[in-house]
């Protein structure tokens, strides 16, 4: 049994959601879908402003991964009590590969998991330090199906789930797109605009993916 990976990499910080600024590791599962991952189809894609490479990738079995995450955590995490670094688990959309076997593990080995999902996939069973963060998307015959521990609802660009998100009564963070890439510009002016009004006016959180603030992976 193997997963393909992308990439796994860190230390880093967590930038996005409710472990936004804490210490942590990524895992990024390839593929995705929600666009194929061609520069070509990008524009046409549920997600012409995704800011991440998830093609290709490498088949690492369970001990493959935790071999590579214990080089980054130092060894022995849980054993010295340096249990200060968390676990990212993202793609791509990590649910269409991740499995109990895989969610257990890193629940056992990280204080806390989160999973970065589209919504579009159920999750299996996981641990309680496991968490969904779900950043909603609109994809063809794929209906959001997830209830996740809190909403990532993208502005402008799906602005449409947030009714929804609002309604379960999780918390809701609202982040701007950024379509030149990093945190500036007009449009990410106008989009950081329109998150303030919706928090002033809706309850919703703030969400600045601090990551590309600090420039850091
Ligand atoms: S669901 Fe996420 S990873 Fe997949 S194409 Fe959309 S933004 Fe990119």
Redesign the pocket.
Known sequence: MTYRVKTIFGPTLQGEGLHAGMPCVFLRLAG?N??DGRPATRAA???P??D?D?LGGDALTLADIFQRLSALTGPGQAATGRRHFGCVLS???PLLQADRALLEALGAAFPWVDVET?GTRLCPTRPANVFLSC?P?RLPHQDVVLEPDWWKVLIPDQERFLDHALASGKPVFVQPTCPDGGPSGAVYAANLARCLDLCLKRGCRLSLQIHKYLDIP
């Open positions: 995705c929600a666009w894609s549920a997600c402003y995704c991440t998830f793609g791509g959309e589209n950043s998307k």
